[in-house]
């Protein structure tokens, strides 16, 4: 082989090895996505949003790679750095407090790793934000009790208080008529508090306060997610008041549906976690290609019950402090006794776990 060959050759190989490094090319190979969770403690994290997420990102040619921060700030931060050293080329955080989380994301930023806020909003105008409306999640939840219960004592158990995600969910209980009927002495919120981590034995031990600052004489649980209302319906439980008094919840846990079909939860507003995932997996993969925030979509394989009302294309989202982030938001859908049907037909829950002593009159039962 003649010398003068050699530097031709060498050139072509130093190309074609700089093209599979992070940061060596456009193509799907080089589209490592790290996730930081803050916690695996909700069963949909595992079940749904993880494989979703996994599913889209590899579809599109891209690597997940993953860190389980088991619910600590600290280490959440440290997940973050250990992502970044990795090789991540775009961020899923699914942050365990979004004050917290800021030094990790100005890291990122510093990396020019673009960041999407999984499910929980960070307040920053650089993090593209993917969730469900949860600000109708709470609207939803209290339009179901409030049809079963137009009157009386009520309870609000709300989530984690370093979360957006619980004041989002009170302010669509609000928008629902909650606060109107408060007003006019038709309902009486005689408990309100937050619950640490959205632990379903923090729950219990609010619910068994409110129990028993009321003397027991409850009507109403508005609990903001399933892990809590796991805790209400047991405090129930112990006075002899579950299944009597109606009680919400999201997420669409197995044991919630299954409550809903046993008449222990009224309703269980249902966040299709699986499409969630999908479209952030995609969104990710669309970072990677070099798309910007305000050019992102959500997947036009999405079903029409969680496609986006206002349309696919990312969409501006305004905080609670005013900070303006790009955003996909999706549908959430109320799960009641009259459309288990729904997630069951869908494949999210099968009809015998959800119908598992399930009260007589329940239609998708039968």
């Known amino acids: 082989m003649s010398r003068r060959r050699f530097p031709a050759i060498f050139a072509a190989l130093f190309v074609a090895a700089a093209a599979c490094q992070p940061g060596g090319g456009t193509g799907g190979g080089d589209c490592v996505v790290g996730v930081s969770w ?8 595992a079940k749904a949003d993880e494989p979703a997420i996994k599913k889209a990102i590899e579809a599109g040619g891209g690597k997940y790679i993953r860190a389980d921060a088991q619910d600590k700030e600290d280490v959440q931060l440290q997940d973050i750095d250990s992502l970044i050293n990795q090789g991540a080329k775009v961020l899923i955080v699914l942050a365990k407090d979004n004050k917290a989380i800021l030094p990790a994301i100005e890291k990122a930023k510093a990396r020019n790793i673009p960041v999407i806020g999984y499910d929980r909003l960070i307040e920053d105008p650089s993090v593209f934000y993917i969730t469900f409306d949860n600000e109708k999640v709470g609207t939803l939840m209290a339009q179901e009790v409030m049809k079963a219960k137009p009157k009386g004592t009520y309870v609000v158990i709300k989530g984690h208080k370093a979360d957006p995600n619980a004041d989002f969910l009170r302010g669509g209980m609000d928008k629902a008529g909650l606060k109107d009927a408060v007003a006019k002495g038709d309902i009486t919120i005689a408990y309100e508090e937050y619950t640490d981590g959205w632990k379903t034995e923090n729950a219990q031990k609010n619910m068994e306060a409110a129990l028993a600052k009321t003397n027991n004489k409850v009507d109403a649980v508005l609990s903001e997610n399933d892990s809590m209302a796991i805790g209400v319906v ?10 009597t008094v109606p009680v919400s919840g999201q997420d669409g846990d197995e044991a919630n549906l299954n409550n809903v079909a046993k008449g222990l939860q009224l ?3 249902w966040k299709d976690a699986f499409a969630l995932g999908e479209t952030a997996g995609n969104a990710a993969v669309q970072l990677c290609k070099g798309a ?6 959500a997947p036009s394989t999405l079903k029409e019950h969680v496609a986006p009302e206002k ?8 905080t609670p402090n005013g900070t303006t982030v790009q955003s996909i938001v999706l549908k959430p859908t109320p799960i009641t006794a009259a459309n288990l049907d729904l997630p069951i037909s869908l494949g999210w829950i099968t009809k015998d776990k959800a119908c598992a002593g399930a009260k007589p009159d329940v239609a998708a039962c039968k």
């Open 267 to 269: 309703v269980d507003v």
């Open 311 to 318: 349309g696919a294309k990312a969409q501006p989202f305004t």
């Open 234 to 243: 047991a405090a129930l439980d112990k006075v002899g008041l579950a299944g």
């Open 38 to 45: 803050n916690n695996y403690q909700q069963p949909r994290w």
């Open 292 to 297: 910007k925030l305000a050019d992102l979509s």
